[in-house]
């Protein structure tokens, strides 16, 4: 990658070698590699770079620019959706940090009864989220939810829709954000030294000063990541404005989609997802100079692990205890409600009743074997199939690239453009996508994309590069280098040795990356609403109408059994992720890996034999 190399010259000073073209061009590794950069090039200003620009040049150049904002401040609902997105990102900080301390400290830090079942219990937000989450908060609590009809019994002239607006919103959305708690609160807790509480108690400071004066300081930076990222959530909330929010307590991404969808009010449209876009940026940069000034935990070398600590406080115990099980009730409540309600019948759905008499299988007969109602299914899984897969082999050759070329000025701006995703909300790389390639356009050759499924395919993977790059780098960098040196001295060509050694190791992070991120992209609402083609229906859009939808009576039904199906894939993959414990895939694979560089030793030894 690096075209000019130092030398020596002949009167000892150290001059630069000119790029030898033709010497280049004939090696067929260079003509890969060439071949390597142009098309992720051509990639990356297409989908990455061009319409965003397009998407910033129709709004601040196209001669509306000042009239649409104007309209956008004289609209009483944009504005008003503006405010109430700002008071749920705000809300969120305060309440997601609270309940997701908790959780860590109940299932980390004290001595709970039932901590492991309560662990499985916090992590429930893993395998279901989105649409899903949303519509099982709705159908317990909602208008004709179990919980809701259980109050109505108890307090007869209670209001049946009291689950709507903005303290519906903030409450599914503390208890769905609290993943980033569970992972990385979890993981920082675990990194302090316990020597320190060990000190602190034997200078006379209790449980709360130990708490509140040592554990919480040192979890400051993993604080400050998480509270910006939940910050983000709440202003790029979707489903719970869209499903609880009602008409008092609309947000930003809705009414964007809404604007969107209307010709006439597109640009009104583009505007807001501009101003979430520069929103999300701000704050982004702002975690990015926090963590440059070196906001990090101290830790001591040799470290002693975390201890859970009793709660000599009898009260407090026992409050700890009530709190630790209402949040459990709270977490597994609308997974059992969906399990337990897709066997019941459409009338006992309906009628919020739970009544094991009605117990059938006919939702699920009714799933697999309606074409209207397993096209969906289908459809999405197929989708997120090839998505996922692309983006894995995408994202496989430009780590490749990446690693082996660190050094090279190329290979960061490579990985820079394929990390601008992560700068923008979903939102607005998919109106920019609609906006640009609604018609033909020079960057794909004038082939126009509306209207089709590849450009629901291209949203999807555009907006999954990010995370997959990260990780995988990640798995890539965890390699041992010796393996890939020891192939190169025992000769063994470079295709070679990244197939036959150094993939089998990568495998099983990809293996992981595909079924997360499979996972993440079967239920997906927010890209498929503006980029999916009318001929297409995915899981996200009708769990979203089905649950919006009063007139068909096997809706909620047919919603709650694709919700299981969701779940269980979901359920099933976050096992095969985090489950399994003890056993060194590491090691298993390096030593697969050396197992091959013996088989290449002896193969050239034979060859060697064979000639002389």
Same mark, same amino acid.
């Given at each position: 990658m690096t075209f000019f190399k130092a030398t020596k010259s002949a009167d000892g000073l150290t001059g630069k070698r000119k790029f030898n073209f033709k010497k280049f061009i004939t090696n067929p590794r260079n003509i890969i590699l060439l071949i390597e950069g142009i098309f992720f090039v051509w990639f990356i200003f297409s989908f990455l770079i061009y319409p965003n620009l397009n998407l910033f040049g129709d709004v601040f150049f196209g001669g509306q620019f000042v009239d649409n904002i104007k309209l956008v401040l004289d609209s009483d609902r944009a504005m008003k959706a503006i405010g109430n997105s700002f008071i749920l990102a705000i809300s969120m900080c305060v309440t997601v940090n609270v309940v997701g301390t908790l959780i860590v400290l109940i299932t980390e830090y004290f001595r709970i009864h039932g901590g492991k079942v309560l662990r499985v219990g916090y992590m429930s937000t893993m395998i279901y989220g989105g649409m899903i989450l949303v519509s099982g908060y709705n159908y317990l609590y909602g208008e004709v939810g179990y919980f809701t009809k259980l109050l109505q019994f108890i307090f007869p002239g209670m209001n049946s829709t009291w689950f709507e607006g &903005?303290?519906?919103?903030?409450?599914?959305?503390?208890? @769905?954000?609290?993943?980033?708690?569970?992972?990385?609160?979890?993981?920082?807790?675990?990194?302090?030294?316990?020597?320190?509480?060990?000190? +602190?108690?034997?200078?006379? @400071?209790?449980? @709360?000063? !130990?708490?509140?004066?040592?554990?919480?300081?040192? #979890?400051?930076?993993? &604080? =400050? *990541?998480?509270?910006?990222? $939940?910050f983000i959530k /709440?202003?790029? @909330?979707?489903? +719970?404005? =869209?499903?609880? /929010?009602?008409? /008092?307590?609309q947000t930003i991404n809705p009414m964007i989609i809404t604007f969107v969808s209307n010709s006439y009010t597109r640009n009104l449209g583009s505007v807001m997802a501009i101003f979430? /876009? !520069?929103? $999300?940026? +701000?704050? #982004?940069?702002?975690?990015?100079?926090?963590?440059?000034?070196? &906001? &990090?935990?101290?830790?001591?070398?040799?470290?002693?692990?975390?201890?859970?600590?009793?709660?000599?406080?009898?009260?407090?115990?026992?409050?700890?205890?009530? !709190?630790?099980?209402?949040?459990?009730?709270?977490?597994? +409540?609308?997974?059992?409600?969906?399990?337990?309600? *897709?066997?019941?019948?459409t009338v006992a759905i309906n009628s919020g009743v739970l009544d094991f008499s009605a117990f059938t299988f006919d939702n699920y007969i009714m799933v697999f074997t309606d074409a209207t109602n397993y096209e969906p299914l289908l459809t999405s899984v197929l989708l997120s199939a090839v998505s996922v897969t692309l983006v894995i082999i995408l994202v496989l050759f430009a780590c490749r690239i990446i690693t082996k070329y660190k050094k090279s000025r190329l290979a960061r701006w490579l990985e820079y453009g394929l990390l601008i995703p992560w700068l923008l909300p979903a939102l607005l790389i998919s109106v920019g996508l609609l906006t640009t390639y609604n018609t033909s356009q020079w960057t794909i050759f004038g082939i126009t994309l509306g209207g089709t499924v590849v450009l629901l395919i291209l949203g999807y993977i555009v907006n999954k590069i990010p995370y997959t790059l990260r990780m995988t780098k990640a798995g890539f960098y965890s390699m041992d280098d010796s393996l890939e040196e020891a192939a190169k001295n025992l000769g063994a060509g470079g295709m070679y040795t990244f197939v036959r050694v150094m993939l089998p190791i990568i495998i099983p992070t990809l293996l992981a990356l595909w079924a997360l991120e499979f996972n993440g992209t079967l239920g997906e609402y927010d890209i498929s609403v503006l980029l999916a083609p009318t001929s297409i229906r995915t899981l996200g859009l009708v769990i979203k109408s089905l649950t919006t939808d009063t007139y068909d009576p096997n809706s909620t039904a047919i919603s709650f059994v694709y919700s299981v199906i969701m779940m269980a894939i979901a359920g099933i993959v976050v096992y095969l992720v985090y489950g399994r414990k003890g056993s060194n895939h590491n090691a298993q694979r390096t030593k697969r890996a050396k197992k091959q560089l013996e088989r290449i030793r002896r193969h050239k030894l034979n060859m060697g034999e064979e000639r002389a």
């Open positions: &903005y303290g519906a919103v903030l409450f599914i959305m503390t208890f @769905a954000c609290t993943t980033n708690h569970v992972v990385f609160l979890r993981n920082a807790l675990h990194q302090i030294d316990y020597q320190t509480i060990e000190a +602190a108690r034997n200078m006379g @400071a209790g449980t @709360a000063r !130990i708490l509140f004066k040592v554990v919480i300081p040192a #979890l400051l930076p993993s &604080y =400050l *990541s998480i509270t910006i990222l $939940t /709440g202003l790029c @909330a979707m489903a +719970a404005p =869209l499903i609880v /929010g009602g008409e /008092g307590f979430l /876009g !520069i929103v $999300t940026i +701000a704050l #982004l940069v702002i975690l990015n100079w926090f963590e440059r000034r070196g &906001y &990090y935990m101290s830790i001591s070398k040799v470290k002693t692990t975390i201890v859970k600590q009793r709660i000599k406080n009898p009260v407090m115990n026992v409050v700890m205890h009530i !709190i630790a099980y209402v949040f459990f009730i709270i977490y597994v +409540a609308p997974i059992v409600m969906i399990v337990l309600f *897709s066997f019941m019948d």
